[in-house]
């Protein structure tokens, strides 16, 4: 049963020639700014226009606890959920910080946090954190259904507001939750999905893998998508699905961060691969499964800085780049206007 | 003979504590934050403070024209980069609409453009363009040293007021210059220092191998590296290699472009190795030869975007990598201040 949404189709060949022209005609040589060039016809595609635009940026930090946690699998205790979602409305973390330093609005989004509800976060609790999926499937599937439609809801909320959203995430566990999807999707091994996410050691993602291994035998080979979701998610997980597929839907172009953020968009791909064009891969994280996941989705990252802190900080780093390619594309001189003689 | 200019050590061990003490009492795991976290240890080294700025930021942007240009070896004609500096000072051109949007100070130097002085530019003119060093030597050794003393003084007129500086270029035919540099400096074969610069075409790029092999075979082997930036060098690249010794010996940071500006860090390294960890190298240009280039000065470029239109626009645009470490740096929480629970 596939998830029912459409997405619209993003490789209109007029708008790739207007694009192409236009940047032609501006005074370097042709294709000199590289991928910034290519940034900007991938945005007009995405947006459905030859003149888009990047000045409204949002980011969404998807925030959710993790049943998994009881297994030992991170280096922090499960309460650093909650006590970051406070830090971020306070804006001493690192998200919120480059949000202020580059102008992008920040909305937190508790989409399941083990805690009551917080006063400033967007209200899309699933439930009090996740099962353990080590036991069980970590959410049933209408609960990832109801975080997909919270997600997709939500995107349709940003859309008259935001030129440019990203992604993000807060969830003590959620490495090990990404890991597993990672390896259900693609049957990947356990070995080459793990990594240390917050900073275990040798040992502590050796014991990762091995809850990973037991968990992925407890319960079998899935072929449906949302089930997948379902079994293995986190609410943030599947809240940020939901918020891609809606977002591409809505034609609203979203940069995702790191690892789990991919993940998140594994899962928005195998429930509609038509997602795809509306995404940009800001950078390639210190995570080691990242790199193969960004080859799975065939995505080309943007950096690669060894940054692995999540939250969004690495898609926040990428609004710049996106700030530089618009704003060459719409402020450069052409040849004409400059008399700057062209090559023949 | 080496040119007498003394720069500091940048390497500071009370420094490099303090600055690892503060990125570890913030809320992120340790390291999390990648190379942000490393160039602002750089950044703090060459600013000789544990608490650097990159408030006020500057670029140079140096032009000048080139004899080799005789030898047909540009996609572009030489009275191109008169007509760009112009276009730089009415800000169409990429550099200047990138200095707009990040807010950087830009500085046009005409370092010796085949024209008449242009109002707006600095003046740091040798003369009207190098001669042809398919002939002679590009210009005299006292040409030589005078352009390199006027980078130092310029630098130092910048010091005051700019916190990070930039480097870029303007000038028709300064990859075959750079290209002879890199080969002269490095004995490495015209084969893999040539490129297609503005946009040769095969045929064009086996010409400018010709040329350069030429040139090579007729200057012979040079010891001197300040009488081997005369030889092959343009006015704009000893006078950058002179700016990049000046800024380091005034303690200013330097964020280098690509592979022009790279080559004249290369110059400013051959007289003085204590220039490089002043150094920020940007990108890594399309320009094939930069790769190597950069494995030469053993330096890691912050992003690879495929650019390679000069101007310093990679240098500009890694100016909001270093707004954001320094941000990070200054204003995330501490575990303490925002009472998260830190791992044991």
Chains 1, 2 share one sequence.
Not at 24 to 30: D, G, H, R, W, Y
Not at 60 to 72: L, P, Q, R, S
Not at 81 to 89: D, E, Y
Not at 188 to 202: F, K, N, R, V, Y
């Amino acid at each position: 049963m596939p998830f029912p949404i459409e997405i619209p189709a993003a490789a209109n060949p007029q708008i790739a020639a207007e694009v192409a022209a236009r940047w032609n005609s501006l005074t370097k040589p042709p294709g000199s700014l590289g991928r910034l060039e290519s940034l900007v016809e991938q945005l007009a595609q995405a947006a459905g226009t030859a003149r888009p635009s990047a000045t409204r940026k949002a980011i969404a930090v998807f925030c959710g606890d993790h049943g998994i946690t009881a297994e030992g699998v991170s280096a922090y205790p499960k309460e650093v959920t909650r006590q970051m979602v406070l830090n971020f409305l306070a804006g001493g973390a690192a998200i919120t910080v480059l949000c202020r330093r580059f102008q992008i609005v920040p909305y937190i989004v508790d989409a399941g946090v083990d805690a009551d509800p917080t006063e400033g976060a967007i209200n899309l609790r699933i439930a009090r954190g996740t099962a353990n999926f080590a036991r069980g499937p970590a959410m049933s599937i209408s609960q990832a259904e109801q975080a997909l439609h919270n997600g997709i809801r939500f995107a349709n909320t940003l859309r008259p507001v935001c030129d440019l959203a990203a992604t993000g995430e807060m969830g003590i566990g959620n490495t090990t939750s990404a890991s597993a999807l990672l390896c259900a999707y693609r049957q990947i091994s356990p070995e080459q999905a793990a990594g240390p996410g917050t900073g275990l050691d040798a040992p502590g993602v050796q014991h990762k893998v091995h809850v990973l291994r037991d968990a992925l035998r407890l319960h079998g080979r899935i072929a449906d998508p949302v089930e997948v979701l379902a079994t293995f998610g986190g609410f943030e997980i599947a809240t940020m699905a939901g918020f891609l597929l809606g977002a591409a839907s809505a034609r609203l172009p979203v940069v995702v961060d790191g690892f789990i953020s991919s993940v998140a968009a594994l899962a928005a791909h195998a429930i509609n691969p038509a997602v795809l064009p509306f995404l940009f891969f800001s950078h390639v994280s210190a995570e080691p499964a990242h790199q193969r996941l960004l080859a799975e989705l065939h995505a080309r990252p943007i950096f690669d800085l060894d940054m692995r802190l999540g939250e969004g900080s690495g898609a926040a780093l990428a609004m710049p780049v996106f700030d530089a390619a618009i704003a060459l594309y719409d402020n450069m001189a052409t040849f004409a206007e400059a008399r700057v003689t062209n090559r023949e």
